[in-house]
C-alpha cells in the first residue's frame, strides 16, 4: 500500500524558515520523480517543486525559485523542502506527491503571518 505522510508545516513569521518531509513507502522510491505541491484558500492546487530520480534534477514554480529548496534522499525513502525567506503568500495546505503514479499525501498546513 503506497503511503506518503507529510510533516512539518506549522505557524512562522514572514522571512523565516520551515522544512517540510514527506516519508514512502510501499512502492520503490528510488526511481520516481517526487514533488511538492501547495493549495491555499480559494485557490486550485498549484506546482512547487519536483526532484527527478536520477542524478536529482530539480524544477521550481517561479514564485518559489531561489527561496524554497527540493531534496531527496532515497536510502530513508524520504522528499524534504526546504522553505526560506517565506512570505504570507506561501500559507498553503502542502502536498507531497508521486505524480507518475498518481499518489497523494494528506498535506501539512503552513500558515505565514506575523
Known amino acids: 500500500q503506497v503511503q506518503l505522510v507529510e510533516s512539518g508545516g506549522g505557524l512562522v513569521q514572514p522571512g523565516g524558515s520551515l522544512r517540510l518531509s514527506c516519508a514512502a513507502s510501499?512502492?520503490?522510491?528510488?526511481?520516481?520523480?517526487m514533488a511538492w505541491y501547495r493549495q491555499a484558500p480559494g485557490k486550485e492546487r498549484e506546482f512547487v517543486a519536483r526532484?527527478?530520480?536520477?542524478?536529482?534534477?530539480?524544477d521550481y514554480a517561479g514564485s518559489v525559485k531561489g527561496r524554497f529548496t527540493i531534496s531527496r534522499d532515497n536510502a530513508k525513502s524520504t522528499v524534504y523542502l526546504q522553505m526560506n525567506s517565506l512570505k504570507p503568500e506561501d500559507t498553503a495546505v502542502y502536498y507531497c506527491?508521486?505524480?507518475?503514479?498518481?499518489?497523494w499525501g494528506q498535506g501539512t498546513q503552513v500558515t505565514v503571518s506575523s
Open positions: 506527491s508521486a505524480p507518475t503514479i498518481g499518489k
Open positions: 510501499g512502492f520503490t522510491f528510488s526511481i520516481y520523480i
Open positions: 526532484i527527478f530520480p536520477v542524478g536529482g534534477s530539480t
